[in-house]
């Protein structure tokens, strides 16, 4: 509009005020704004009665803050360019004194996690009809998980493949650990019985092998997932379930991972809850199919189950840096066979930063950053390093040339 045009402003305080109620200002940036104008539908405001409210878009969360000011903002039912060149008169809308603004935030997923354990696969597969029914209360589509979930689909697709979902027709649900690991050691008793190389096991005759007794789409999913070796395959399974593959490659580190979870009593396996890391190493190796042992050779390591279990210095060697990635290059190999192993899972862990380091220096009271890692990356926010965030709760000192 030229600045030389006149307009008259119609200001009724009684309306005016009225109408404010009826109005939220949202500042954005531009990609938000164009995605916003562009693809409506795939921007939401997410949350429960009792949760904070974010901001989803296709790709990314978003924090929501109430920013105050002390100049009125005046809105108007028509755009400023969209007046006349002539003397214009315009009644104003709304006066507020108030907008949102958004910041890029971490997704909040821990509530997936939740939902997806209610009712686990394979622990209703000899439930009644009419518990089946009352069953589906507990189990979720993606659409109705989108809705509940303060995170974008994006976001949420790459947190069901971490936790290792199925689709189960319409549903998305976790295996229970006891058909998991009832499949898997069948999986790996077949390798081992017909001499199936575990990097090329056919998948067809794997699963016709165990149809007897093992649900067959928990079979498949056992060898893409669970088992399966992360690759274009497995990417391809997430995408399209019904992705068929002649083999399957599986991976030496889950099927070590998996052992490793029934040595330490997780699950159904008869284990024990902590271990010296010399006496832990021999039945690990003892528990691994030959080709498995043989793939890793003297580089077994507790190393490799990061965000699974711990490993606690014993009194003797306390000062000790905890990582050898945070010992200076001058300082000796340590001997970690005496050393306790416990375990300690990341989904056990409380959702909130704060109480999840105190649970963290509970279970042991120095760590390296390294350590800090599979615990804590996913609280790392937009913009913010893993070190940063752990400066922000912890103190950092230098031990043995180590900084822990």
């Given amino acids: ?173 976790v295996i229970s650990t006891h058909a998991q690991q009832q499949t898997c050691d069948l999986i790996l008793a077949t390798l081992v019985e017909r001499d199936w190389d575990f990097r090329c096991v056919p998948t067809k005759a794997c699963v016709d092998e165990l149809s007897t007794n093992c649900d067959p789409l928990i079979v498949r999913h056992c060898l893409n997932v ?36 029934q040595l330490l009593g997780l699950g159904e396996g008869k284990g024990r809850d902590h271990w010296r890391v010399g006496e832990f190493t021999q039945a690990w190796r003892d528990s691994l199919p030959d080709a498995v042992d043989a793939h890793f050779g003297p580089n077994l390591s507790p190393d490799i189950l990061k965000g699974v279990a711990i490993t606690i210095p014993n009194s003797s060697t306390s000062t000790a840096p905890l990582s050898s990635s945070s010992s200076s290059s001058t300082s000796a190999p340590q001997d970690k066979s005496a050393w306790t192993l416990r375990p300690l899972s990341v989904a056990n862990l409380p959702p909130h930063p704060k109480d999840r380091f105190q649970a963290l220096f509970m279970e042991k009271p120095r760590w390296s950053l390294a350590e800090f890692e599979p615990y804590l990356q996913e609280m790392v926010e937009p913009g913010m390093s893993l070190e940063q965030l752990v400066l922000k709760y912890c103190r950092g000192i230098t031990v043995a040339g180590g900084r822990v």
């Fill in 1 to 173: 509009i030229m600045a030389s045009t006149p307009i008259e402003l119609v200001f009724n305080t009684q309306h005016v005020f009225s109408k404010a109620s009826q109005f939220k200002l949202l500042e954005v940036p531009d990609d938000v704004l164009q995605e916003i104008t562009q693809n409506i539908d795939t921007v939401s405001v997410r949350g429960r009665p009792n949760d904070e409210a974010v901001l989803c878009t296709a790709t990314h969360t978003y924090s929501l803050k109430l920013a105050e000011t002390s100049n009125s903002m005046l809105l108007l039912p028509i755009s400023i360019d969209s007046l006349s060149t002539t003397s214009s008169t315009v009644e104003i809308v709304a006066s507020l004194t108030s907008h949102y603004e958004i910041t890029e935030t971490a997704p909040r997923i821990r509530s997936l996690f939740d939902m997806l354990s209610e009712l686990p696969y394979g622990d209703d597969a000899s439930s009644s009809s009419e518990d089946k029914a009352q069953a589906r209360k507990q189990v979720y589509t993606f659409a109705t998980i989108a809705s509940i979930v303060q995170a974008s689909e994006e976001e949420i697709r790459k947190a069901l493949s971490r936790f290792q979902a199925l689709k189960v027709g319409a549903y998305w649900r």
């Fill in 226 to 261: 669970i088992l399966g070796k992360d690759d274009e395959d497995s990417t391809a399974y997430y995408d399209d379930p019904d992705f068929q593959q002649s083999v399957s490659e599986l991976s030496p580190e889950k099927i070590a991972t998996l052992r490793a979870l």
